[in-house]
């Protein structure tokens, strides 16, 4: 009888720790959601202030390993309401794990510090009705200014041996831009490139505030994996640290409640770097949404999440085997347009800025051909060509000339896709022979691609423009850059053939004209000795995207 009474006692308790688990999600949940009705976006969006769904913060809280932890220090920069933390301890009460857990957050936002405190007393006391020792500390300081010395280690200022270290850290940073003078770019000022990101600081801190052992786990804007603004963080970050995991949301709409952040976002694991870890491979999944619907996983070797090019490092998101095989095809090509003395800009009209000098109608001598993104027609740069509110002309005279560019052969990429879009990149041929003028306008909205010291002749500007046109470099970019926007960095970090393989390209499709798509795939593999499932696969599916 005792023996059964206290099956049933055990039987309950399971039960009882199932109802607070869920009881402490559903109260950050519910203060969240009465926080954000009553204040407006845009004040949040000041703050920089995007509250984690549930079910992303249960995703999160899942992707830790703690089947051997006797203890854990838990840290959440930037709580907010506190869900991160909710879904931790939810996950410890499910998994009837019994050891002592020290939490500390950091809030210093006086508005959701009362709704902070509810759901940290919550957790405080479910955890310790299960027969956890618990501990729960909030810091209200600001957080980069708090613990930059964990980063300064050498000096006066940091007694980095004293300080404490963290098993698991969790985090829905803050994202907003800061003034390269504010008082934390300065502190930070190792990771700084150009304008700073407050979020990519909470991720150099929490790396360094890692046990030997630990493990981060953010949610952020993809934007540090590529672009000249975080070149210096993400070589400081792949110095000391390695990437465990990587999640990618298909569609950036719907990550976050009310589509507040339109952004492509990722969630991503990293540890300290130690010997042991240094030829691991790293996990990387996707799923359509935030519910986290048609999951699947990959595991890929470290070496195929990294990408190195002009003394830059790259990190580049696989979402399948096929974006692998596609990175083994391209990985032969060694070369960059620097290699070949040419450059990639961006087009110096900027039309807001130049109404004064913008012509509806095309009036000779007085002035030359304006081309924006509409003017691309397939491989074709197609002018006149009729669309609202985009003049066919510019002015030519002294106060536009700074705007103009000599007329030579170009070629002439789209700086933006819509997410919608099959593709990303899209790029178009700028004969000379087309244009009987000195000089012409290229829209801010259009790179373009030139010889400096001299012309690109029409071989290497159509060998390029069909590269870019391919399924397989497409599928490349997509692994680099999450955004719709193409910059000219972007074109000029681009891995290529030799210039020699760039030309016999370039004449075969000026004496083929392939269509894009299958056709001009073909044409280019055919030089360059692509194996031909991989361009069926690639053609394959973008049919069925």
């Not at 308790?13 to 999600?25: A, G, N, R, Y």
Request: hydrophobic residues 35%; charged residues 25%.
């Amino acid at each position: 009888m005792v023996i059964v009474a206290q099956e049933k006692t055990e039987r309950l308790k399971v039960v009882e720790d199932i109802w607070d688990s869920e009881k402490i999600l559903s109260l950050a949940e519910n203060l969240a959601e009465q926080y954000s009705s009553e204040t407006s976006s845009s004040d949040r969006k000041i703050k920089g202030q995007f509250f984690t769904p549930k079910e992303v913060a249960v995703f999160m809280a899942g992707m830790f390993d703690i089947r051997d932890k006797k203890s854990i220090r838990f840290l959440d920069p930037g709580a907010g309401i506190g869900m991160l933390t909710a879904a931790f301890c939810s996950r410890l009460l499910l998994e009837k794990k019994k050891v002592p857990v020290a939490i500390t957050v950091y809030e210093n936002d006086k508005d959701v510090c009362p709704n902070l405190h509810k759901v940290l007393e919550a957790c405080r006391s479910a955890l310790e009705k299960s027969g956890c020792d618990v501990s729960v500390e909030h810091k209200q300081e600001d957080f980069i200014e708090e613990n930059v010395g964990y980063v300064q280690e050498g000096t006066l200022f940091a007694s980095v041996g004293d300080m404490p270290r963290y098993d698991c850290i969790v985090s829905n940073p803050p994202y907003f831009k800061l003034n390269k003078d504010s008082r934390q770019a300065k502190l930070m000022s190792t990771f700084v490139s150009g304008q700073p990101n407050i979020y990519a600081f909470f991720m150099a801190l929490s790396l360094k505030m890692l046990s030997q052992q630990g493990e981060m786990v953010y949610i952020t804007p993809r934007s540090f994996c590529s672009g000249l603004y975080f070149k210096r963080f993400r070589k400081w970050l792949l110095d000391i640290g390695h990437f465990n995991r990587i999640h990618m949301f298909k569609s950036r709409k719907n990550v976050f409640t009310k589509n507040e952040v339109l952004q492509e976002n990722v969630i991503v694991s990293l540890s300290p770097s130690d010997t042991k870890n240094i030829y691991s491979k790293v996990v990387v999944s996707t799923s359509d949404d935030r519910q986290f619907h048609n999951l699947k996983e990959y595991r890929f070797d470290k070496e195929d999440v990294l990408h190195r090019s002009n003394g830059d490092v790259f990190i580049k998101i696989p979402s399948s085997v096929i974006d692998v095989e596609v990175q083994h095809a391209i990985s032969t090509w060694s070369s960059t347009l620097k290699d070949f003395g040419i450059k990639a800009s961006t087009g110096p009209v900027v039309s807001f800025r130049a109404t004064q000098h913008l012509s509806p109608t095309f009036i000779d001598k007085r002035t030359v051909p304006l081309l924006w993104m509409h003017n691309i027609q397939d491989m074709q740069v197609v002018w006149p060509l009729e669309k609202k509110k985009r003049e066919h002309a510019i002015k030519s005279h002294k106060e536009s000339k700074p705007l103009l560019l000599p007329t030579k052969n170009y070629v002439l990429i789209k700086r933006f896709s819509s997410k919608e879009q099959k593709r990303r990149l899209y790029a178009a041929v700028l004969k000379k022979s087309d244009f009987n003028f000195e000089y012409l306008g290229i829209e801010n909205h259009l790179n373009y691609v030139f010889r400096n010291d001299g012309e690109l002749t029409l071989e290497e500007a159509y060998g390029i423009s069909g590269i870019l046109n391919t399924s397989i470099m497409d599928a490349f970019f997509r692994m680099m850059n999450g955004n719709t926007q193409v910059n000219a960095v972007d074109i000029m970090n681009l891995p290529l053939p030799s210039l020699d393989n760039i030309k016999k390209i370039g004449k075969s499709i000026i004496k083929k004209n392939p269509t894009i798509g299958q056709e001009l795939d073909k044409t280019v593999s055919d030089v360059l000795g692509i194996n031909e499932k991989l361009i069926d696969k690639l053609n394959t599916r973008e049919e069925a995207e």
